[in-house]
C-alpha cells in the first residue's frame, strides 16, 4: 500500500520548439519508491490548486489504487499510477490491460511554405521507415498539398488533421477523392450535427477528439465519426481515458492515441494507453521536437515502429532529474 512521505511539483518552460509549458509531478513513498507524472499545457490555476491541496491529499495517507486518489488532475493521477506500478514491478501497459508490444506510428507534418518542400519532407519520412503520414492542414492549404502528397505516393496511408479550424463542408468533401483514411478534427468541439454531416458525405472516417466520456456519448448518439482521437492527458485520469476507450471500442469505432508534446511522460503514458486492444490505427507520439523530452530512453518511432516498454515497471524510462531542476521555472516541495 503506498504511502507518499514526499512530493515535488516543477513547472517547465520547454527549451526548444514553441517553448510550450508542462507540469511534472514527483511522489516518493517511504521505502523511497518514486513515481512521476506529467500534465501538458496545464490550466492558469493548476499550480496554486495543487500547491494547496495536494499535500494534504497525499502526505501520509494510505491508499489501495491510484482510482482512490480524487485529484482530478493527470500529472497527480499519473504519478500515481507510476509509482503503483513500480511499487508492483508491472509496466503501466499490463496494469491497465495493454495487449501489444509494439505499436505502428504516423508522423505529422506541419503546413510547409511549399507543395514542393512539403512533397520532400514527405518523402524523408517514407524513407525512415513510416507508412502513415498525417498532414496537418487549414482553410486555404488543404486540397492542393493533398493531391501533390496523393499523386507522389499513390499507395501512401494518409490521414488530414484539421486542428478544430473548419465551418463548412466543401473543402473536406472535396479532400474526399483522394483516398485519405482519416479526416481528424474537422469542426470545433461539440459541433456534433456538422460532423455527422460530414461523415455522412466522405468515405474517410471522420476523427473526434473529446475530453470526457459524456461528449464522447454525444457523437455516438448521431453516429457523427468513426474514430475516437483519444489524448490521455485530456482527461483527468487514465481509468478516464480508459473508459472513454472502452466505450468507444463497444461502439465500433477505430482509436487513434495521440500525444506528441510535453517533456516524455505523457507521450510515455500515450503508449501505454495505445497498448490497449481498441487502439487499432497507428499511434502519434511523434511531435517535435524530441529535445525536450526529460525521459531515457526517448519516447517515439524507428522506422515507423513504438515499442512499447514491457521490461521496466511504471512509465518504462528513466527520468533526468537533474534536467528537470535546471528546467524549472517554479517548483514545490511538501
Not at 511522489?27 to 494547496?52: A, F, V
Not at 500515481?80 to 508492483?88: G, H, K, S
Not at 514527405?122 to 486555404?140: E, F, K, S
Not at 454525444?218 to 492527458?233: G, Q
Request: with cysteine; charged share 20%.
Amino acid at each position: 500500500m503506498p504511502r507518499v512521505r514526499e512530493l515535488e511539483v516543477f513547472r517547465l518552460v520547454l527549451p526548444f520548439g514553441r517553448k510550450s509549458e508542462t507540469l511534472l509531478v514527483k511522489l516518493t513513498d517511504h521505502g523511497g519508491m518514486t513515481g512521476w507524472g506529467e500534465s501538458i499545457s496545464p490550466q492558469p490555476k493548476t499550480w496554486s490548486r495543487l500547491e494547496e491541496t495536494l499535500g494534504a491529499l497525499l502526505i501520509g495517507v494510505d491508499w489501495e489504487h491510484p482510482d482512490t486518489v480524487p485529484s482530478g488532475d493527470p500529472a497527480v493521477d499519473m504519478a500515481c499510477w507510476d509509482l503503483w506500478t513500480r511499487m508492483r514491478g508491472v509496466p503501466l501497459a499490463e496494469a491497465i490491460g495493454g495487449t501489444r508490444t509494439s505499436l505502428m506510428a504516423t508522423v505529422r507534418l506541419a503546413p510547409d511554405p511549399s507543395v514542393e518542400s512539403l512533397v520532400a519532407r514527405v518523402n524523408q519520412q517514407v524513407c525512415a521507415g513510416y507508412g502513415h503520414v498525417t498532414l496537418d492542414i487549414r482553410p486555404g492549404w488543404d486540397v492542393e498539398p493533398v493531391r501533390a502528397v496523393r499523386l507522389a505516393y499513390p499507395a501512401l496511408t494518409l490521414a488530414v488533421d484539421c486542428g478544430n479550424a473548419y465551418t463548412d463542408l466543401g473543402q473536406l468533401v472535396a479532400l474526399d477523392s483522394y483516398g485519405l483514411e482519416v479526416i481528424e478534427r474537422p469542426f470545433a468541439v461539440g459541433d456534433v450535427h456538422t460532423h455527422a454531416s460530414l461523415q455522412d458525405q466522405v468515405s474517410a472516417s471522420v476523427a473526434v477528439e473529446v475530453a470526457s466520456t459524456a461528449q464522447l456519448d454525444d457523437y455516438l448518439t448521431l453516429r457523427a465519426a468513426k474514430v475516437l482521437l483519444l489524448r490521455p492527458n485530456a482527461f483527468p485520469s487514465l481509468t478516464e481515458a480508459r473508459r472513454a476507450h472502452d466505450r468507444a471500442a463497444a461502439a465500433g469505432l477505430d482509436i487513434q492515441c495521440a500525444g506528441g508534446q510535453g517533456a516524455g511522460l505523457a507521450r510515455a503514458a500515450t503508449v501505454a494507453v495505445a497498448s490497449l486492444p481498441g487502439c487499432t490505427l497507428p499511434c502519434d507520439v511523434t511531435q517535435p521536437p524530441r529535445q525536450n523530452q526529460i525521459v531515457t530512453p526517448i519516447v517515439g518511432a524507428n522506422a515507423g515502429v513504438i515499442a512499447v516498454p514491457l521490461t521496466q515497471s511504471g512509465l518504462g524510462h528513466d527520468i533526468d532529474e537533474a534536467r528537470v531542476r535546471r528546467l524549472a521555472k517554479d517548483a514545490f516541495h511538501a
